[in-house]
């Protein structure tokens, strides 16, 4: 029977809970006991915990006697942690205690506050702990993020300088309450896969997970998303979202930041996500600005004023480098030029100057001694992005965001610049674009700085890419071939070119890229798992081995290569290896359908137990019912284990979802057989031959039932 799985935990408090639920522990303990900080120490020493010899005996202490004791110095507690059975689990270790508080406390009115805090423990477990997935709840992470934002508006030592709150969203296909239960369980054993068991993650209802990444900063954190995402994209999730909201010890709106703001940031960003792609994320510092700020009515209509009676000219956009409240940086730079030059303000920082007739070499030459004569009387730097007309196939309109791009593409080089728009100032501008998930703006970035410098390799394999990103896979491998005819040995564009290769379904040009790629490098984690699961694609077993095992010594463990392998041995007939790797697989990802209905059927023909096979198939089936592989592996085992017409329903379920599978179409004409179903069990052969004309089983099934009947008709003559 299915347990019910709304029940709350009714197990006793343990030592992994106590290390689990450590920091909010100890915060309980200060509420009950006075002191200036309290520590939760469980009787499991980790290597990397080290503690005062002095802490070392009050904790040996406590686990003998079962009292709370004192330090000598008396300044320093340590009290029992016991669980529901009267067992002392760990110590609760308070530093400078108030001593006036205890002053007359007597050691057994300390026992009883020692176990009315380890009740209070039991029961902040059962707040902080969702029965539905076994995960951290969303008052824990609230809890969390409290102290989190306590310590760094206080600055107290020991606390981190940064965080950031991570919110992922998932979508469930599921036609009842029991399989979308087991869909979030499934997401979630994958997002602890790729994170480490080690990462808590909290639960908050209705498909959303939460992460708290400490001393992660934005760039760091959006490398992290990058992981997960291209993680469930390996994993067959098809949709899937991040928010992301990074908090530091400088922000300067900390004062007000609460838990329930910095969530509601985070869940404002996951909707922004949501708009970018199926499988996208988006992050608070990004999402409140625009990739490139576009130009205000007013000063394009001032401009056009200007250019409309010029056949060529120049825009320069002049920004201060370093702010400055209360600055008249317009009058200052006015005043250095002559009277006859417009320039227009935009902000305390930025300005446009309008040069008529001027090319690219005469604004940057207008330009140098402006920089120098602005730091020589005022003291700071400037630097200026410079687009001229005409230029290419830019229309007098674009002039303006050009010269916005050509000063982004200048804070790459530092300040105090001077910067022409280019080819790679559209690469710079089709990245921030791509950064925002805006994959057909950045296309026509990418085109346009293309068609300005045709060999850029960055530009080239960015647009492949995004169009990559896009599904548009066909349109992705000239790029990436176009980066290879330029650098012929960037790893990078070999292993992008296969991957794009195998998702054309061109499956010996992929394996001929990576095989490339490994060449160049042979130590790539994510190449040696495409490369081998390309191999069995491809039924080349043994070289799939070899790769994947190259894959496993590399670590850390990664369920998809242990699935692989145990696939691969599998085939090779070399069963007792497959189930090892296909066990290793299970434990790092107990939700994995493709490894518990393989171990399955690989338990049936090992005869390790029908019904444990039984089991892993049905297991497999309630995670994923929509694979044929896994109805087919189901009937299998039910056919290895005589009962046919449960074999039966699962071989024709397989062929419901996949009709031209030989495979599934094989298993329904041995099951026909079995049951003495013969002219239905020859036309089923027959259209396994039809589907595949080498197939050597249905074959010898139709040459043995022929010579039967033969031999049956000489019986009866």
């Known amino acids: 029977m299915t ?92 530093e400078e205690v108030d001593q006036s508080a205890l002053a007359n406390c007597s050691v057994p009115w300390l026992l009883e506050r020692s176990r009315l805090i380890s009740r209070e423990f039991c029961l902040r477990r059962l707040i902080y702990e969702d029965p539905k997935s076994g995960h951290l709840t969303g008052a824990h992470l609230r809890d969390e993020l409290f102290f989190l934002l306590q310590g760094l508006g206080q600055g107290q030592v020991g606390s981190v300088d940064r965080f950031t709150v991570v919110l992922v969203e998932s979508y469930a296909k599921a036609r009842n309450a029991e399989q979308m239960l087991l869909h979030f369980a499934r997401f979630a054993t994958v997002l602890s896969t790729l994170l480490g068991h080690d990462q808590p993650l909290h639960y908050l209802g209705a498909g959303v997970f939460g992460l708290l990444l400490m001393k992660r900063d934005e760039e760091h954190a959006g490398r992290i998303g990058e992981v997960i995402l291209s993680g469930l994209r390996r994993e067959g999730f098809k949709k899937a979202h991040l928010g992301l909201r990074t908090v530091c010890a400088a922000d300067d709106d900390l004062s007000r930041l609460t838990p329930d703001l910095v969530l509601a940031q985070a869940w404002n960003v996951l909707a922004c996500a949501r708009k970018k792609a199926p499988l996208a994320q988006c992050d608070h510092a990004r999402s409140a600005e625009q990739p490139i700020p576009a130009l205000s009515a007013p000063v394009l209509s001032s401009l056009r004023r200007l250019w409309r009676q010029e056949n060529s ?115 710079i501008s089709g990245d921030r674009y791509y950064n925002h998930g805006d994959f057909v703006r950045a296309v026509r970035e990418y085109r346009l700085g293309l ?169 497999a089936l309630k995670f994923d019912d929509t694979r044929w592989e896994f109805w087919h592996r189901l009937g299998c085992v039910y056919l290895e284990v005589g009962s046919l017409d449960e074999a039966m329903e699962a071989a024709r379920r397989s062929i419901g979802l996949k009709r031209d599978s030989a495979a599934a179409q094989y298993l329904l004409a041995k099951i026909q057989e079995r049951s003495g179903q013969i002219r239905e069990a020859v036309q089923g052969y027959k259209k396994v031959m039809r589907l595949d004309p080498g197939h050597k089983g249905a074959r010898q099934a139709l040459m043995y039932i022929k010579r039967e009947k033969i031999l049956k008709r000489g019986s009866d003559g």
């Open 313 to 427: 000219f120049a825009v320069l956009l002049i920004r201060r480098d370093a702010e400055q409240a209360n600055c008249p940086f317009s009058q200052q730079v006015k005043g250095l030029v002559d009277p006859a030059i417009t320039l227009i303000p935009l902000d305390e920082r930025d300005a446009y100057i309008f040069l008529p007739g001027a090319d690219t070499q005469k604004a940057k030459d207008w330009a140098l001694p402006l920089k120098q004569s602005v730091y020589e009387r005022y003291g700071y730097t400037v630097s200026i992005g410079v687009a001229v007309f005409p230029y290419y196939d830019f229309t007098r309109s674009d002039v303006p965001l050009n010269a916005r791009k050509a000063l982004i593409h200048g804070s790459f080089l530092g300040p105090d610049s001077v910067v022409p728009f280019d080819g790679v100032s559209l690469n």
């Open 3 to 94: 347990r019910f799985p709304f029940a709350g935990r009714e197990t006793p408090l343990s030592a992994e809970d106590l290390s689990i639920f450590a920091p909010s522990f100890a915060r309980t303990v200060i509420f009950f006991i006075p002191g200036r900080r309290a520590h939760i120490i469980t009787f499991i020493k980790r290597p990397e915990e080290t503690f005062p010899d002095v802490w070392q005996e009050g904790v040996k202490m406590v686990k003998e006697r079962k009292t709370p004791v004192f330090a000598e110095s008396g300044a320093t507690l340590f009290l029992p942690i016991w669980n529901e059975v009267e067992t002392v689990i760990g110590v609760a270790v308070i």
């Open 451 to 619: 068609a300005i410098d045709p060999a850029n390799v960055n530009l080239i394999n960015s647009l492949g890419v995004t169009y990559a990103q896009m599904g548009r896979y066909r349109e992705a491998i000239p790029c990436f071939e176009g980066v290879l005819a330029i650098k012929p040995d960037d790893f990078m564009a070999f292993f992008n070119l296969g991957s794009a290769y195998r998702q054309a379904g061109r499956l010996d040009d992929a394996t001929a890229a990576l095989e490339q790629a490994l060449i160049i490098e042979g130590r790539n984690l994510e190449l040696l798992v495409q490369l081998g699961s390309l191999y069995l694609q491809q039924g080349r077993n043994e070289d799939a081995i070899q790769v994947l095992e190259r894959a496993a010594d590399l670590g850390p463990e990664k369920g998809a290569i242990y699935r692989f392998l145990g696939e691969g041995y599998y085939i090779l007939g070399r069963n007792r290896a497959a189930m090892t790797n296909l066990t290793r697989a299970i434990r790092i990802n107990p939700e994995d359908p493709w490894s518990l209905s393989l171990l399955g059927v690989i338990y049936a023909l090992e005869k390790q137990g029908g019904e444990i096979a039984l089991s892993f198939c049905q297991q």
